[in-house]
């Protein structure tokens, strides 16, 4: 074989493998789009399987129980021995008042480290600090119950000898340090992403350092800034662990922070452990309260996009 029909036959295996290659990336890209739309597909076919099955077993309930006692009714007590009581106001007030210490422990801490780690910390600081805060997403919650329940519970009693070992109060604040990370870190993302030309033009101006965090970088950010809490604050109202093991199991419809409580999530843990049987009213009513907290946090994570696209500036 001469020199000329060697380089021809190299040249012409070469347009074949490239040919095979083309194919193969052809297949591919053919193939891609469906694979990516059934991997979306798996997302949104769970979801709707389990609103479905949230529905179907809250009608269940609701063909015993009247939808005017359930949500009108002051009184929660499943377990008694007569017909039992099912108004879920007690549960509600038990959740809304944990939220709210833990929204009042959150957010001042979450936007302080947010402003410190945007404005003022160097960038040796900031690379320590931000994920050392972000570890604190990352602990189990059961942990952050048993922390709430053997470590502040005892030390508020020596402040609040009235506290019970059993309250709102602990599991209240720990569940705030927990959503405390996803504050600081998202506030502190959207602060990061107002350009440094409109810190410069209010320095040039005269305006200090924290006259120009309050007073520009704070309005510019206030989108991101009160998305995160909103989502903090959903994170909140769907914890389930640290209020099952630190906030006790008594429903009580009032504001006393000292005294036992109980959540909906803990309310559907207690009955998932076996304390109802299959079929039964009780068992249905885990399904209508897992329902109104869905519905909380479906308004919550509503209200949080309605933010994010009203108040979002452009830059």
């Known amino acids: 074989m001469t020199r000329e029909n060697t380089k021809s036959f190299s040249v012409q295996e070469l347009i074949q493998e490239k040919k095979k290659k083309k194919s193969t990336a052809g297949i591919i890209e053919k193939l891609m789009p469906y694979i990516l739309f059934l991997a979306a597909a798996v997302s949104v076919l769970t979801t709707i399987g389990i609103i479905l099955t949230l529905i179907f077993e809250t009608f269940l309930f609701f063909d015993a129980i009247s939808i005017k006692e359930f949500f009108t009714e002051r009184k929660w007590y499943p377990f008694s021995e007569s017909e039992g009581s099912y108004g879920i106001l007690p549960l509600v007030s038990g959740t809304l008042k944990v939220t709210l210490i833990a929204a009042i422990v959150a957010v001042p801490i979450g936007l302080t480290s947010a402003i410190y780690l945007s404005e003022y910390a160097s960038d040796r600081s900031r690379r320590i600090i931000k994920p050392i805060l972000e570890v604190l997403a990352g602990i189990p919650t059961i942990v952050y119950g048993f922390f709430a329940l053997t470590f502040v519970t005892p030390l508020l009693r020596e402040l609040i000898p009235s506290l019970e070992i059993f309250n709102a109060l602990s599991p ?41 965090a309050i007073k520009v970088v704070l309005p510019a950010a206030v989108s991101g800034i009160v998305a995160s809490i909103v989502l903090a604050v959903s994170r909140a109202i769907g914890e389930t662990m640290i209020v099952a093991v630190a906030g006790g199991s008594t429903p009580n419809l009032d504001w006393n922070v000292t005294s036992s409580i109980q959540t909906m999530t803990a309310y559907i843990v207690q009955v998932s452990q076996g304390d109802a049987g299959y079929g039964t ?35």
């Open 172 to 212: 209240g604040i720990v569940i705030g340090i927990m959503i405390t990370p996803m504050i600081a870190s998202l506030s502190e993302d959207a602060m990061s992403a107002v350009p440094n030309s409109m810190r410069e033009g209010a320095l040039a101006l005269g305006s200090t350092k924290f006259e120009v």
């Open 281 to 315: 009213t009780i068992y249905y009513s885990i399904y209508a309260v897992g329902m109104t907290l869905f519905v909380f946090t479906l308004l919550m994570n509503l209200l949080a996009q309605y933010i994010t696209r009203r108040f979002r500036e452009e830059y």
